[in-house]
């Protein structure tokens, strides 16, 4: 019943021992690669091998392995999270790929994404954009009942839908201009489509653009290659609702 | 023998009074003066975020570690479902003391009552919290909350958030978190891993941390210690717990005088996708909401390696519905769990690999139209194609289970607090409200109810009645040196082994004793094997682990040679918990403890504890201490699902 | 004031002002295509019309100066968006593939057909704007004959090829920035984006198809 072959690969990978340091493309060549493991099973197989023969194995980012945290990165043959729609890394499995195929893996490349190691880059900057105002500003205890507020399923749909951002940066890593707009807009999205985020509506996406602009992400050209690499298919209608957004917040606020 | 005594705390009066009396009796520090303390939050999980934001907003300063490069990619993130509360939204029934009722039983009677009645309680402020917060639950048309009934509960008290309930809320936590990163009273550490626990003269005041980019050990000193680290499932290697996810600072607070109870209490979710191969790093859980209309068969006969489409209805068992006639397929998750396991022990297990069993879905799509079933389990079934590369709309998937959620963890009283003054433990970290089970929905409940609503009160009453506000220990006492040095000294020794087996190996090896002897259903040989092999394992690994590169800079292999390590000794404690226990309940099932028809058989009169287990020193055998669970306000049942 | 200068450099602001800018260059061209269609009516249409243009010196030369700055802006801008967006990535991609399910033709080119409109402005303005001054009487007005200008111009084969070519540049160029100054703008809907991204489509081909026809006419009359 299973369909399982094994594969011989050639891999092409970046390696960089840190940050301060060059780092070169490096070949390897594995064996044995079930069709049924998942990209990343295959790098641990071929860390296991490094490990065994004495080498330094390739450091990358992963946690959950089941698509959900969006720890996993890596540029597979020029694309975020490799060819497959709407998949990470991590559910890329390697039957989508032929025996005697070349991969080249890279880590994400942005200047407000520096290397760590390898393929191992630090993804502070997106954190630094939701500190900036990707919250409803309500202390633990206040709260009210929640069906209180209603929210009509329309816009509760459109807002999970944003919501739905696991913060992997393919978005950032895909955008030739390293634009984080697609991420930045997925949470101004949820928050101006709720009830909840009208308070702070105005300044919140005055903030976090003025964070992200100053963290030295690119601007947007509308080509839509974040929507196309992002795993989770946030629509870049959320990045015409932040723009809409910041007009509508830069000509009503007071200061 | 030692001196601790477990003393749970738990306040005078009646059940539904105990939490509010509580509070009110619980000293408080003034306004003012909690900006003088410092608590360190390891983990951002449910548990470890909304504690670190609510301490926060409380005033206090907080110091919160993770292992991850972002507090948001926590392994709550990961939990579909749902969160129950007894809001009674639906007007079904609920109440709160319904809540508590069910997850008492369904905890198999070896939870502490009142710590479950108090989740109950709170459960409902956490909706209202989220719900604040943004959270987008999903709604009915008319824009109130949506609930659903989850795991066989007998009403709809779930909410959720399509399937990524656990992401959702967790994010709820994260950005209240990073709310009070923005005004400064967070301080957030990403990317370091707690390596050693520091007590001084009995007080929890600081923790040993290693950055796991540089290579470099750090001290910090606090007030208090909240580990909201999570459960230990990666000690079988394979789970669906996170590829980080360890039980390793548990396992130092352990060493620094925590309890460990209940260690061999471990979930097996029977809707998993099987095993592959040799080189699987991780097991995926599909919710079990697939059980609402899927039917679970094997082939009547052994050995049968037909495809499923060629095995007539007659050659087939539906050995859930012929079991368990009036629960069928949504017996609970142990039952469900512990019969698939019987299938594949009997040779009638399917698929490449024999063990795995089919979970139907042709009946449904006959019954409701393939467009119905594709409403209710599309991202499931994309899920299961995209991993096993099979269309379960057509051929049945195949199921197996996991390991999944440990109910085991620190000991603690009513406060959260372990058997180490000023060391809490929250979440799936510490073991009192699931008791050998845990119900669906009900982990993202605990975490939350821990971090938004118990700690708060708890932690400022530790403050105020230790007379903390003067009694301070900066990171420049010698006990702090010690346990730096110390830190260091078994990082050095893991890599100057230099033998020949990689650390994968190890673990993988242990994984396979475990899920063997301390699995789905264990008995008295098997256990005494277990705990000789892991003995036996653990003195290989010190003496053959491989772990090459050095202690500066990133070093994967590192890292887990040291959380391997505590595996091996967290996993013979497991194997000697689970002989010590000689019943059966919830998903500990000894062969010895069944019934005629073999069904679980609890000892209420011998086992009706808490086992608590004291560290007495490497290769030592360990301290049993008895907490004796008293139920006051519900009786005690055996289940039945027949 | 700080506010706003910071406002005004923010980077959705720099791409509504591109869009904005654009926008306006794309309802010119229509403008443009409808005042030069009277070239199928014959001379006389064609060079009145191109007088009555001219001959209100106040609004003409207003015109002339909005449209300058309205493009100098939108092509300032769309420089040094390019050096910003450079330097959000100083260490390229060994490899880098488009996914084939997001950018398109005429989106990833944009920066290269800007910059062949460029020079296709210059040119059109010296051969045309500032080209040879005929003069002509129609109706008894005294009056430059653009029409004749036209005639000779395109009487080159490799004159209307440059032409073509050009337009087929503005065509590619406008088939996605209109429909991105939409976006930028922040204009979106599920049922009207999609029509707004077919009418830019739409749009662009028009102006290719019908900008393309003038030099073909005209070269047919330059025959006879």
Known sequence: ?255 | MSNIKLDSKVPEGKLSEKWDNHKFKMKLVNPANKRKFKVIIVGTGLAGGSAAATLAELGYNVESFCIQDSPRRAHSIAAQGGVNAAKNYPNDGDSIWRLFYDTVKGGDYRSREANVYRLAQVANNIIDQCAAQGVPFAREYGGTLANRSFGGAQVSRTFYARGQTGQQLLLGAYSSMMKEVNKGKINVHTRKEMVELVVVEGKTRGIITRDIVTGEFEKHAADAVLLCTGGYGNVYFLSTNAMTSNGSAAWKAYKKGACFANPCFTQIHPTCIPVHGENQSKLTLMSESLRNDGRVWVPKKQGDTRKPSEIPEEERDYYLERKYPSFGNLVPRDVASRNAKEAVDDGRGVGSTGVAVYLDFRDAIKRDGEQAIRERYGNLFQMYERITDEDPYVVPMRIYPAVHYTMGGLWVDYNLQTTVPGCFALGEANFSDHGANRLGASALMQGLADGYFVIPYTLGNYFASEGLMTDKVADDHPEFEKALTESKERFNKLLNINGSRTVDSFHKELGKIMWEYVGMSRNEAGLKTAIEKIAKLRSEFWKDVKVLGSEVGVNVELEKANRVADFLELGELMARDALERRESCGGHFREESQTEENEAKRDDENFCHAAAWEYTGDNQVPNLHKEELKYENVELTQRSYK | MKRLWLYLNSSIVKKQIMGFTGLFWCIFLLGHLVGNSLMFVGPEAFNTYAYKLTSNKAFFYTAEFVLLFFFLTHMGMAIRLTIENKKARPEGYYMKQATGRGSTFASSTMPYTGMIILIFVITHLLHFRFGPVYMITHSGVEMRDVYRVLIEYFSSPAAIAWYIFCIAAVGVHTSHGLWSAFQSIGFSHPRYTPMVNCVSKIYGAVVFLAFSALPIFCYLQGGN
Not at chain 1, 16 to 30: A, S
Not at chain 1, 113 to 141: E, H, Q, S, W
Not at chain 1, 152 to 173: P, Q
């Open chain 1, 1 to 255: 019943m299973s369909n399982e072959k094994l594969l011989s690969l050639n891999l092409k990978i970046w390696r960089q021992t840190g940050n301060k340091e060059k780092g070169e493309m490096v070949d390897y060549r594995l064996e044995g690669v079930s069709t049924e493991a998942s990209f990343l099973e295959m790098l641990d197989q071929l860390n296991e091998e490094l490990v065994e023969k004495g080498q330094d194995p390739v450091a990358f980012d992963h946690d959950c392995r089941e698509g959900i945290c969006g720890m996993c990165s890596l540029m597979i043959n020029g694309q975020a999270h490799g060819p497959e729609k709407e998949t990470t890394t991590c559910q890329l499995h390697m039957r989508k790929f032929n025996d005697g195929d070349t991969i080249v893996i890279e880590p994400w490349r942005a200047k407000a994404f520096p290397v760590i190691k390898d393929l191992m880059v630090d993804r502070t900057a997106l954190d630094d954009i939701i500190a900036a105002g990707g919250y409803v500003n309500v202390n633990t205890g206040n709260a009210q009942d929640a069906n209180a507020i209603l929210v009509g399923k329309e816009n509760a749909d459109l807002a999970m839908d944003a919501a739905a951002c696991i913060g992997c940066a393919a978005c950032v890593a895909s955008c030739k201009n390293a634009s984080a707009m697609l991420f930045a807009s997925a949470k101004i999205s949820q928050l101006a489509l709720l009830p909840q985020g009208q308070v702070e509506r105005e300044q919140r996406v005055i903030n976090m653009v003025e964070k992200m602009d100053e963290l030295g992400f690119g601007n947007c050209t509308n080509e839509a290659e974040c929507e196309a690499s992002c795993p989770k298919g946030i629509d870049i209608s959320n990045i015409a609702r932040m723009n809409r957004e910041y007009l509508k917040a830069i000509v009503k606020t007071k200061n």
